[in-house]
C-alpha cells in the first residue's frame, strides 16, 4: 500500500537521519518536518472529498444513505476475522442496475483525538482505506426495493492481518453500480492485543448497570374489582394491583437470560417491579420506587400539591424502597443498596440534597451531569456536600452511554443509524479513551435505558468482555474508587439549571391535577359516603379506608415515575378506582307513579355494592309547581343490600311532572346517576271526604230550593 511505504519511509528518516549529537531543537524542526510530510502524503492519497456525491440525492437535495450495517465484527483478534451483514436499499425513485458492496479499511491509521474519530463518523474525515477487506454483489433494485449482503474475511486476510497495532480503526463501506458510488457508510473496527507484537497498557475498568422496570404498567382490573366489592385484599395481592404488561414479561425473560451469561452486568431494580414478579430476579441494588422522578420533584417545588395527589416523601424514601424489596422477596432481613435513579431533570444541589434527605447517600446520574469540558474521560464518580449529609453521584460517561442506550452521536454520523453501527462506534470509542490516557486509573459507568433490547444488550457485554481494553467492574467497585471531584469543586460544578422543560412541567401539573382529583373521590368516599364504622365493623372498615388510599398510591407513584409510557395507564387506574367507589352506590329505577288524590307517597330504592354500609342523602326534584315532592331523605345502605326511601307527592290539580332523583354525601355534594321518574296526576273525588262535601252540597242545594218556594213575595213580583 502506498501510505504504508511512505509512511515506514518518513519515520525511517525520523529515527535514524538525525545523529546523536543534533541539538533537541534541530530534532524538534526534523519531528515537525516529518509529521507535515506524513499528512500531505495522506492528503495525497485521499480520495477527493464525497460527502454529498457518494450519497444519491433526495428530491429535496438532501443526502440518503442507502447501505445499512444489520451486523459487523466490532473487535477484532487475531482469529475473528471480520463478518459483515448489510441492508442496500434504493431509496430513489429510479431503478438501480447491480453493483458492488466493498468494505475496506485503513490498516495502519491511529485516530489522534476526539475530532478525528468523529469526523469520521460523519463522513468528513477524508481518510484514505486501500486495504479492502472484502465485496458483495448487489442485484438490481426498484425504486424502495432493498436486499441483504454479506462480507466475510477470514483472519488470514491480507487487509487483516496487515494491522499491526491495536486501537480502533476508520472502516468504508462503498456502494456503486455502474462505476458511480451511489453511497458511502463510515464505521469503526477495533483491534486487540491479541497476537501483535506490542507493549500492554493497563485495562481501563468499566461498570456497565440495566436498570430493570417495567414500561408498560396496567392495572389488574379484576383485583380492583374485587378489592371495592370484597372488602379488602391481602398486601401481596395488594401490592400487585399495578402489573407489568404482557411485553414487560416477554422482555423479562430475555433479560434474566443475558443476565445468566454476564454476572459483571450491574442490575438496579424497581423494587415494585420485583414485587410484581411471581419469582423476583436478583439484583445488585435498587431504585426508589415506581422509578419516582425525584428531581421533578424538587424541580417544580410544590410539595402541597404532591400531597394534594396522595404522596408523600414517605411513600418513595430509601426505607419504603427496601420495605417493598424485602416483601418481594419474602425475606423481612434482606439487604441490599439503595440507589436514587435520575429522572427528566437535573442533579442539582438542591434534588441532591433531598435525595439525601430521603436516604439516598448514592444517586445515578444518567445525564446532564458530566462536564462538557473534560479534555479527557474521567472516573464516574462525584462526592458533594449537600446542607443533609455527603452524597455519591455515580456519574454516566455520556458518549458511551448514548451509543449503547440506541442514539447515535449525531444525525451526520451515517454508520450509526443502526444497532450494529452504533456498537462498533462504542466499541472503538471506549478503546480511544483508553489510549487517551492508558496509564491512568479510571472506571467509567455506562448506563442502559429501562427499555433496552435484551438482544443489544446480550452483544453490547460480549463485545466489552472481548476488549482486552476494558475491565468489567461492579458498582461496588465503583462506589470505592477515588472521586474526580469532590468539595467546593464539586459543587461549583453541579447543574444549576433543574432541566424540566415546559413541556415536562406542563405534562406534570396535569398529572398531578388529575391525582388530586382522584385523591380527593377516595377521601370523600371514606369520609362522608362510608357509614360511621360499629363496634362489631369498626376493623374491617378501617383496613379497608386504608387500602383504598394505599391502592391510589401505588397507582399515583408510577403515574409520577420515570416510565412515562405508563403515565396515562396509571392515572386512567386511579380515577377507575375512585369511579367504581362512587358507582356502587346506585339508584334503582322507579317505575312511574299515577297519582288520584292530593297526596301519596313515591317510594326509592337505593342499592350499595360495597362490603359496609353507607349513609346517603337522597333528592327529589319535580318540574312542575302543581306537582311536588319532598325535597331530601337520608338513608343508611347496608352492605351488599338495599334501603328504600318513600317521598311524599303533593298535587293541587291534574297533570304530569316528572322528578329527578339524585343522591348526596353527607356534606351535600352530588354524585353517581341521576334517576327519573314520571309522575301523572289525575286528581278524582273517591274518597269519604269527597262524599261529605257532596252530601252538604246537595243539602245546601235543597234547603235554597225550600226557601225559594216557601217565601214570602212582595206585591210588584
Sequence with gaps: MVVRKETQQTGATVNHSAPRSVSRGVRAVSMILAMALTMALMLLYAPAPHAEADEMPTNDGTPVNMVSIDSSTAVLTDTSGYHLQATVTNTTDQTVPAGTLSVAVNAFYTFVSRNDIQEWAEGTGHIPTSN????????????????????????????LTAINSSGPKPVELDYTANGEELSTTHTFVTRTTDGLNTPSTPAMNITVVQPLAASGWTTDVDLMNKLVDEGGLNSRKLSKLAVPSENDNTRLKSLEQVFGKHDKLQVIADPTYLQAMTMPTQADGITQPALFDMTAYTAYNDSRAYANANIDTADWKSGKALATYRSALGDPSAKTKTYAWQGDGNWTMKALTEAKRQGYGTVIATHDFEGSDQSTVETGKTTVNTEAGEVTVLTAQSTLSNLAQGKATSGDADGEG??????????????????????????????????????????????????????????????????????????????????????????LQQTLSALTESAKGI??????????????????STTWRKQLVSAHNLLALHALGNEAS?????????????????????????????????????????????????????????????????????????????????????????GDANATIALFDRQGTTFGATQTTHITSALQISDKSGFVIIGFAVLLGIVGLWRQFNRKKDPDE
Excluded at 568 to 580: K, P
Design 566 to 654: 405508563s403515565g396515562s395507564t396509571m392515572l386512567e387506574g386511579a380515577s377507575q378506582l375512585s369511579s367504581l367507589l362512587f358507582n356502587g352506590i346506585a339508584i334503582t329505577p322507579t317505575e312511574n307513579v299515577n297519582v288520584v288524590s292530593e297526596t301519596a307517597k313515591m317510594p326509592v330504592t337505593i342499592s350499595n355494592n360495597h362490603p359496609y354500609p353507607v349513609t346517603v342523602k337522597v333528592s327529589s326534584l319535580t318540574d312542575s309547581m302543581q306537582i311536588v315532592t319532598s325535597r331530601f331523605d337520608t338513608v343508611e345502605v347496608p352492605a351488599h343490600g338495599e334501603a328504600q326511601v318513600a317521598f311524599t307527592i303533593r298535587v293541587s290539580t291534574s
Design 523 to 540: 377521601d370523600r368516599f371514606n369520609s362522608f359516603i362510608l357509614a360511621e364504622p360499629t363496634e362489631k365493623s369498626s376493623s374491617g
Design 132 to 159: 479492502t477487506i472484502g465485496q458483495a454483489d448487489v442485484p438490481e433494485l426498484q425504486p424502495g426495493a432493498s436486499t441483504k449482503v454479506s462480507i466475510d474475511a477470514d483472519a488470514n486476510q491480507q487487509s
Design 418 to 507: 443502526s444497532d450494529a453501527g452504533r456498537l462498533a462506534r462504542f466499541i472503538a470509542q471506549s478503546a480511544f479513551y483508553q489510549m487517551e490516557q492508558p496509564y491512568a486509573e479510571r472506571n467509567l459507568l455506562v448506563c442502559l435505558g429501562t427499555d433496552s433490547n435484551p438482544s443489544d444488550v446480550d452483544a453490547l457485554m460480549s463485545a466489552i468482555e472481548q476488549s482486552s481494553w476494558l475491565n468489567l467492574t461492579d458498582l461496588n467497585t465503583l462506589g470505592k474508587a477515588s472521586a474526580s471531584h469532590s468539595g467546593d469543586e464539586a459543587a461549583a460544578a453541579l447543574p444549576q439549571d433543574s432541566g424540566l422543560s415546559d413541556a415536562r412541567r406542563s405534562s
